[in-house]
């Protein structure tokens, strides 16, 4: 377990409440206006005390090779009868890259991909990376555990535009290939993507885009993902890290966090 942090994650916190804004009071010889008033701002605040205090920490999940196989060491070399040597040697060094922060598009990838600008079957190789697509061992247990505890779960990850659908009149974005595939949105919200907030890991200011975004402090966050880099760079801006082995060593991490796991039944995953 890496958690090399100044101090452990906060486990309880309450959500600031908001400052209202009001338009300037008119001066009013009415006694009713006072006492209305009065007791709107009593019915907010009587509002607001109910609500249930933000359970924390706030678990932020890698998504390749921590919660869902990634198929690119095994599956894509083979999609191009290539070892992963010859892959790593042929293709272009940051086209992907580039892909991921939405930078080039789909088309322009197909010309940058390989160094010497071959043409490939593009829609070929997405369908072979969805034929992968599985979850990782165990992981989809964890996964359900936490959810019916009601931790608050995002993924954060490295991803292209492949995977995203955007409606911009309601802000709402689907990872289509994974998401249609294994239904991770029924566990976690598909929040801090690559391709959408332009910034990459292990990249510090990912990870501080994700503290501002959700306002809480860094030490009430905890990331979890399978590359050590990543997890330094969340150490770096005081977040809490857990480098991903398998769901048996992070269920264990997690435990000696303080995060509390429901009883899993394996029909009861399956019939969501």
């Known amino acids: 377990m890496v958690s090399l942090l100044p101090r452990a994650p906060c486990l309880a916190f309450s959500i600031p409440k908001p400052t209202a804004l ?38 932020l999940f890698d998504v390749m090779d921590t919660v869902v ?23 272009h060094p940051t086209a992907w890259s580039e892909f991921e922060m939405g930078l080039i598009d789909e088309n322009e990838l197909g010309k940058k991909f390989f160094n010497d600008g071959r043409s490939f079957d593009l829609e070929g190789l997405k369908a072979c990376m969805v034929r992968a697509y599985e979850y990782i061992d165990g992981v989809e247990d964890i996964l359900y555990s936490l959810k019916q505890n009601n931790y608050e779960m995002h993924a954060f990850t490295n991803y292209p535009v492949w995977w995203v659908s955007t409606y911009l009149d309601t802000f709402v974005h689907m990872y289509q290939l994974v998401e249609e595939k294994l239904k991770l949105s029924k566990y976690l919200s598909w929040t801090f993507c690559s391709c959408t907030v332009g910034k990459r890991k292990p990249s510090p200011d990912f990870y501080l885009h994700a503290v501002d975004h959700l306002n809480v402090d ?26 991903f082995k398998n769901a048996e060593v992070l269920k264990k991490d997690l435990c000696l966090l303080g995060v509390e796991f429901a009883p899993v039944h394996e029909d009861e995953i399956h019939v969501q």
């Open 22 to 59: 009001r338009p300037p009071c008119m001066a009013s010889t009415s006694a009713a206006a006072p006492a209305a008033a009065s007791a709107a701002a009593t019915a907010t605040a009587t509002a607001e005390a109910s609500r249930p205090p933000r359970k924390l920490p706030v678990l």
């Open 218 to 243: 860094p030490a009430s966050c905890i990331f979890i993902d399978d590359r050590m880099t990543n997890i330094e760079a969340a150490l770096s801006v005081g977040m809490v890290g857990l480098q």
């Open 69 to 91: 196989r990634d198929p690119f060491y095994h599956h894509i070399p083979a999609f191009f009868q290539m070892s992963m040597k010859e892959l790593l040697e042929s293709k």
